[in-house]
């Protein structure tokens, strides 16, 4: 089994940055693609982004341009760069494993097996 443990969330202003990290332990996640999503109140979880176990990257179309994913395997560790936040991100993020080996990126929940527990990302106006 995999632990995803995600931090650097906080409160920010609006065209502020925030830079996500999710630690995963218990496999190493090199041949895995990883996922970011996030959830705001009332509403369902959504994609974000996703990368590939050969770093190809997906982004939705609401963060491409501003949000960047990244993965460095030797810390076993998935990134997320934020820039440019609006109050529209305002959510929790996830950040998710798809332990299909060598599977080229998914936006879909259902295809994720192991989560982490989140973390809050507000952006004030």
């Known amino acids: 089994q995999v632990q995803l443990v995600e931090s650097g969330g906080g409160l920010v202003q609006a065209g502020g940055s925030l830079r996500l990290s999710c630690a995963a332990s218990?496999?190493?996640?090199?041949?895995?693609?990883m996922g970011w999503f996030r959830q705001a109140p009332g509403k369902e979880r959504e994609f974000v982004t996703s990368?590939?176990?050969?770093?190809?990257?997906y982004y939705a179309d609401s963060v491409k341009g501003r949000f960047t994913i990244s993965r460095d395997n030797a810390k076993n560790t998935v990134y997320l760069q934020m820039n440019s936040l609006k109050p529209e991100d305002t959510a929790v993020y996830y950040c998710a494993i798809n332990l299909k080996i060598y599977y080229s990126g998914t936006a879909y929940v259902r295809d994720y097996d192991s989560w982490g527990q989140g973390t809050q990302v507000t952006v004030s106006s």
């Open positions: 218990g496999r190493t996640i090199s041949p895995y693609n």
């Open positions: 990368i590939s176990y050969n770093r190809n990257t």
